[in-house]
């Protein structure tokens, strides 16, 4: 499927439902990214159906303490916790793990919502470039890692505990390059000072770790048994007001101001779509199982992922993700040992 202006327009105009609510009593929702934006309004909503736990997953203390207050000022639900993270430090990635094994307890819905959107070049103390570490390598690590915690929820509780990361339409106007296709190497290459020297390479970063959220999503759940209970899916949440284009300058920033003022969604509308993801078709939650969401559907995702050379990158990309991760912290081969299937469905 090609991106469609015409589409998007369309559906950034239409008229969005309300949002879907069911009872949350006794479970667990983690939402990373909580402090601002579509993750707090995501756990507006989550705090309105009552969870046993709601944790706020923040990389600020100060922000994420005035985040859990406002919460239970404008929603009166008193049992929000800050758990910091910073998914540009794996050492925090891994300590968050560490205490959800200690304290954690059941885990039924897990929203990664957490990103970074830059044009500029720069690395993380890790030595990875900074968007590629957060949105494609921390990621993952912290849904792999919390995996177990997952299923353990599933088996006890006889529940379907839920893995939704945020991702975006803007993956279908992405594609990759002939030599990256080859590139053994993919996410070390991508990450590199060498490869990232041209502006454009870095204007389409954003969009670029968005199609590797898609690829992650699908990657996983190829190798989660059909046995195991856990949905994982991706989902679009529209084009909203957002932080994430503070970077755009001259020209970019009054057309972004206008399209802002003609089509964008409110972070509180644009947060409906996640939660819809992590809560809807109770009944048949298996339907949204590898899948991307946009627009409160399943929908066919980017060319770039469904053509045989996105599949070989899908699975490649995959390889090296797991090596990097398990280089990282040795839980990760645990987890795929135990939880994952080597032969794959796609």
Same mark, same amino acid.
């Given at each position: 499927?090609?991106?469609?202006?015409?589409?998007?327009?369309?559906?950034?105009?239409?008229?969005?439902?309300?949002?879907?609510?069911?009872?949350?009593?006794?479970?667990?929702?983690?939402?990373?990214?909580?402090?601002?934006?579509?993750?707090?309004?995501?756990?507006?909503?989550?705090?309105?159906?009552?969870?046993?736990?709601?944790?706020?997953?923040?990389?600020?203390?100060?922000?994420?303490?005035?985040?859990?207050?406002?919460?239970?000022?404008?929603?009166?639900?008193?049992?929000?916790?800050?758990?910091?993270?910073?998914?540009?430090?794996?050492?925090?990635?891994?300590?968050?793990?560490?205490?959800?094994?200690?304290?954690?307890?059941?885990?039924?819905?897990?929203?990664?919502?957490?990103?970074?959107?830059?044009?500029?070049?720069?690395?993380?103390?890790?030595?990875?470039?900074?968007?590629?570490?957060?949105?494609?390598?921390?990621?993952?690590?912290?849904?792999?890692?919390?995996?177990?915690?997952? #299923?353990? /929820? +599933?088996?006890? &509780?006889?529940?379907? @505990?839920?893995?939704?990361?945020?991702?975006?339409?803007?993956? $279908?106007? %992405?594609?990759?390059?002939?030599?990256?296709?080859?590139?053994?190497?993919?996410?070390?290459?991508?990450?590199?000072?060498?490869?990232?020297?041209?502006?454009?390479?870095?204007?389409?970063?954003?969009?670029?770790?968005?199609?590797?959220?898609?690829?992650?999503?699908?990657?996983?759940?190829?190798?989660?048994?059909?046995?195991?209970?856990?949905?994982?899916?991706?989902?679009?949440?529209?084009?909203?007001?957002?932080?994430?284009?503070?970077?755009?300058?001259?020209?970019?920033?009054?057309?972004?101001?206008?399209?802002?003022?003609?089509?964008?969604?409110?972070?509180?509308?644009?947060?409906?779509?996640? #939660?819809? /993801? +992590?809560?809807? &078709?109770?009944?048949? @939650?298996?339907?949204?199982?590898?899948?991307?969401?946009?627009? $409160?559907? %399943?929908?066919?995702?980017?060319?770039?992922?469904?053509?045989?050379?996105?599949?070989?990158?899908?699975?490649?990309?995959?390889?090296?993700?797991?090596?990097?991760?398990?280089?990282?912290?040795?839980?990760?081969?645990?987890?795929?040992?135990?939880?994952?299937?080597?032969?794959?469905?796609?």
């Amino acid at each position: 499927m090609k991106f469609s202006y015409r589409s998007f327009i369309a559906q950034q105009r239409r008229r969005q439902p309300p949002v879907a609510k069911v009872d949350l009593t006794g479970k667990t929702v983690v939402v990373l990214g909580a402090n601002t934006g579509l993750g707090f309004e995501a756990s507006k909503h989550f705090a309105s159906m009552n969870p046993g736990r709601l944790i706020l997953a923040c990389r600020n203390e100060s922000k994420g303490k005035a985040a859990v207050e406002k919460l239970k000022a404008e929603t009166g639900y008193s049992k929000a916790e800050l758990w910091l993270i910073d998914l540009a430090d794996f050492s925090s990635v891994k300590q968050f793990a560490d205490r959800y094994e200690r304290e954690g307890g059941r885990l039924d819905i897990l929203v990664e919502n957490a990103a970074v959107g830059t044009f500029t070049y720069s690395t993380t103390k890790d030595g990875w470039e900074t968007s590629l570490q957060v949105n494609n390598l921390s990621t993952p690590l912290l849904a792999l890692l919390l995996l177990p915690a997952m #299923v353990k /929820t +599933a088996q006890e &509780h006889s529940t379907v @505990p839920r893995i939704v990361v945020v991702s975006s339409d803007m993956h $279908y106007t %992405v594609s990759l390059s002939k030599p990256l296709l080859k590139d053994p190497h993919l996410l070390k290459t991508l990450s590199s000072a060498e490869y990232c020297k041209s502006s454009k390479i870095m204007r389409e970063r954003y969009p670029l770790t968005k199609l590797f959220n898609v690829f992650f999503v699908r990657a996983l759940n190829a190798r989660l048994p059909s046995s195991t209970p856990i949905v994982v899916s991706c989902l679009n949440p529209g084009y909203c007001y957002s932080e994430l284009r503070r970077e755009l300058t001259g020209p970019l920033v009054a057309a972004d101001w206008l399209m802002e003022k003609l089509l964008a969604y409110s972070t509180e509308v644009g947060s409906r779509p996640i #939660v819809w /993801t +992590a809560v809807s &078709h109770q009944e048949d @939650p298996q339907v949204l199982r590898g899948e991307y969401v946009n627009d $409160y559907k %399943v929908q066919e995702v980017s060319d770039a992922v469904l053509t045989p050379e996105g599949v070989k990158v899908q699975n490649s990309s995959w390889d090296e993700l797991l090596q990097i991760l398990s280089d990282l912290d040795p839980r990760v081969p645990q987890v795929v040992d135990q939880y994952l299937s080597r032969s794959i469905d796609l």
